[in-house]
């Protein structure tokens, strides 16, 4: 069985870095008789400046040893270059990550892939630091061609300029959604504590994460977290992730009598569904219609008034259906939009 499927939730746990050997003998002895499945330790820390912590190197490796024979759980380990990863296979790890900064970077990614060859060992990729589908689901390819079998996906959120967002790297679930529905049997993780960088947020982005049928958590654990070398502000004590790990609501039920109502309610949604699409359509028709009267008086295709006009209106009717004025105005841009093309096309179509 996929190593990764084991349990559900999947829990990743252990500290930023490996910081020293008795730092991580009081990990593994904490977190030994928790539900906890994997123990984590950064080795080689990839720091955004020079100057700051990057990690013990080689010297963690036979720390990481020590946690697996204490604690009897497989350890992982991040890698970024074929010589981290070659060293990662001589001391044994049971697991390696590859980090957002490594899975925007293809040439990277083909490299460790390589080193991986024919290990058996599991493989965790994070998604990569941009909003990019199609780099992450490369990543997890490149994986997949070498031969690794036991391969995790993980959502730690995406660098924004944002300086209002109140995380450290914005979750954007719409992604991680999509990536699995691509890969229908691949589990999906979500690194809480790289998505929220302040530790009180943990909890939320935790079950926001089980909310969405996410596989598992990697939550960054610490024997004294402000002390930390690396990512002190997000990290938690053994203590607090019991608390965390006994309080979050999964969600698995799956008798038979929920399974009809949910289809009872979802075959009502996909009725109204066809005819939200239908009715667009119509909408569509009758803006060719008023394409071509715009066309014979030589009219401006987009005019400002209107649009205002279309936003005010909708907004006090989604109020009066509880309806949440930034997704009416989402929607009818996208309406609005979709509606100008329409027209722009007709224009230069008739214009022939
Ligand atoms: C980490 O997990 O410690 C890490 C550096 O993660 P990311 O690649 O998500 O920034
Ligand atoms: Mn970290």
């Known amino acids: 069985m996929q190593i990764f499927h084991s349990h559900k939730p999947y829990i990743i746990a252990g500290p930023c870095g490996a910081e020293d050997e008795q730092q991580m003998l009081s990990i593994a002895n904490s977190l030994r008789n928790m539900p906890v499945h994997m123990i984590r330790a950064g080795v080689w820390k990839p720091r955004s400046k020079p100057g700051f912590f990057e990690g013990r ?9 020590q946690v697996q024979a204490i604690s009897g759980k497989p350890v992982c380990i991040e890698v970024a270059t074929r010589e981290q990863t070659e060293l990662a296979l001589k001391y044994n790890m049971d697991a390696v990550w590859i980090g957002a900064r490594t899975t925007v970077n293809p040439f990277m990614v083909q490299e460790i892939a390589d080193a991986l060859k024919v290990s058996g060992i599991a493989v965790l990729i994070k998604n990569p630091i941009n ?40 979750p954007n679930w719409a992604i991680p ?59 938690i004590t053994p203590n607090e992730l019991a608390i965390l790990l006994e309080q979050l609501i999964i969600r698995n039920a799956c008798k038979e009598t929920t399974q009809n109502d949910i289809e009872q309610v979802r075959q009502i949604l996909d009725t109204m569904d066809a005819e939200i699409v ?4 119509k909408r569509m028709e009758l803006v060719e219609r008023l394409g071509l009267i715009k066309k014979e008086n ?20 989604g109020e009066k259906n509880n309806l949440d004025a930034n997704f009416i105005l989402k929607l009818f841009e996208l309406i609005h939009d979709q509606s100008i093309q329409t027209q722009l096309d007709f224009l230069s179509k008739s214009d022939l």
């Not at 589908?133 to 730690?156: D, F, P």
């Not at 239908?278 to 359509?281: A, E, H, L, S």
């Open 298 to 317: 030589n009219m401006p295709i987009f005019q400002q008034e209107r649009w205002r006009e279309i936003v005010d209106s909708r907004t006090i009717w």
């Open 177 to 235: 959604i999509e990536l699995k529905r691509r890969y229908k049997d691949l589990p999906i993780f979500c690194d809480a504590s790289h998505i929220c960088g302040n530790r009180t947020l943990i909890p939320f982005i935790a079950q926001r994460a089980l909310d969405l049928d996410f596989d598992g958590l990697m939550i960054e654990t610490h024997p004294t977290p402000d002390a930390a070398l690396s990512d002190a502000k997000q990290q």
């Open 57 to 65: 190197g080689e010297q963690a490796l036979p720390w990481m040893q």
């Open 131 to 170: 909003p990019d589908v199609e780099l992450w689901s490369g990543a997890i390819e490149r994986m997949q061609q070498v031969g690794i079998e036991n391969i995790a996906a993980i959502h730690r959120g995406f660098s924004s300029y944002d300086t209002t967002t109140k995380y450290r790297n914005k």
């Open 278 to 281: 239908d009715i667009i359509g």
